[in-house]
Every structure is written in C-alpha cells, then in structure tokens.
C-alpha cells in the first residue's frame, strides 16, 4: 500500500476527495484517512449512522474517521495485525505530529505540507512539523491568491529552523471563489464534481496525481479528469 501524507493546519479534505476520485478512475483502490482534529470528512461524506470511528464507502473509495492508526482500522474491518489493508493508496490527511508517527508516514511515498498563506495556517501547520522527531523531506501544496515568489519566499524564511527539507518542487492551487462555490455545491448534492472548477484547480489535481501514479502517463490522468467533470 502506497502511503501518501498530507500535512498541514489547512483544510485539505475537499482536496483528498477529489484526489482519491481520480486514483479511483484510473484503477487504484483508493482509501482516505482523515484522521484530524477537525474529521471535516464526517459532515461532507454522506454516512448512514456515524459513529466515533467508522470506514464508509463513498464514489468508489473508502474514506475512514477517527482512527489513531492502521492497526485500530484492521480491528474495525476484522482482519489480524499482520494482514495487509486491502488498498494501492491511502491518502491520510494528518493535523497532528503524533498522527504522523502513527501511520508511518515517515516512510510514506510522498509527504505534502499543505497551507494558504494566512498566518493561522502556516504557523499552526509548522507546529505539526515542529513535532518531528527526525528531518523529513516535505512537497509544497500552496494554496494562493497571488502564487507569489515572495509568498513561498516567506514560507522558507519562517520555516528555516525546523526539522524540514523542502523538495523543489511545489504545486500550487487557486484560492478563487468559482472554485470554492464548485466545491460546496459537490457537497451539497453528495458528489464529486469537478465542473466549474477553474482550470488552474484542475492542474493542481493533475499534478498530485501525476506524481502518485507513476503508471499512468499525464494524457491519462487528463482523460480521467475530463470523464469526471463530464460525469461519464
């Protein structure tokens, strides 16, 4: 299984939905973990009876809250410590340094900080990464209005002493209302839709993907993301 970590105070959860949707369609079986304070996945992901910790289906992946780790998962599904879940990729949406150190993200496939800019966000996500207990190397997921030089700028600078390499490369995510409107309205119907998300969205989702998929070419993720937003 393909552990995929994304760090960070920031509201992620629309983000790893959409994510997960795609790794779907390309023939991933997919799970999301949310295993934040906030379980922002237990009010936008439709369930029938929700209790403190449950797994649910949802638009052909799995999407698991409340868990402190993979082990309290496999007690939840009935299968022994020693079995392997039954997915390609997690994607585990972690607030917490101690979530980190509980599903192994330490030797996860990619880790990504994700955060907008305003100081709630990157302070309160640095306090995630301040709980490290040895220097990871972190992808940037930047969520921005102006995409600015000086931001990303300002990210390093307050950054520089905590126990982190950033990798050079970074993918960056509209903060535009359109978007923002597209999003609510796919929670409102209990769906994942990707129409009416700006294109600039759209490349930031085919940028993840490209680096999970490391079998699929950009052309197919492109197809997939088409079919999506068409709803085919």
């Not at 220097?135 to 000086?150: N, P, V």
């Not at 999970?212 to 197809?223: A, Y």
């Amino acid at each position: 299984m393909k552990k995929i970590g994304f760090i960070g105070a920031f509201d992620k959860t629309d983000m790893l939905i959409q994510l997960a949707k795609i790794l779907t369609e390309a023939g991933k079986k997919t799970i999301v973990v949310d295993s934040t304070t906030t379980q922002k996945a237990k009010y936008v992901v439709p369930v029938i009876n929700p209790t403190r910790t449950y797994l649910t289906e949802f638009e052909g992946f799995d999407v698991a809250v409340g868990f402190q780790d993979f082990e309290g998962m496999k007690y939840y599904i009935g299968i022994e410590n020693d079995d392997e879940l039954d997915y390609d990729i997690a994607l585990i949406d972690v607030d917490d340094s101690e979530m980190f150190e509980n599903f192994g993200l330490k030797e996860a496939y990619i880790n990504y900080f994700v955060t907008s800019f305003d100081l709630f966000s990157l302070k309160r996500g640095l306090e995630v990464v301040s709980g490290f207990t040895s220097q990871m190397y972190l992808r940037k997921i930047l969520f921005s209005r102006e995409m600015s030089k000086e931001e990303d700028d300002y990210l390093n600078f307050i950054s520089r002493n905590y126990p982190i390499e950033w990798e050079e490369n970074k993918i960056y995510f509209p903060l535009e209302m359109g978007d923002q409107s597209a999003i609510i309205e796919g929670q409102r119907t209990s769906k994942v839709k990707f129409k009416n998300l700006s294109s600039q969205y759209k490349d930031g989702l085919l940028d993840v993907s490209a680096e999970i998929l490391e079998d699929k070419s950009t052309g197919d993720i492109k197809r997939i993301i088409r079919s999506i937003e068409k709803g085919v």
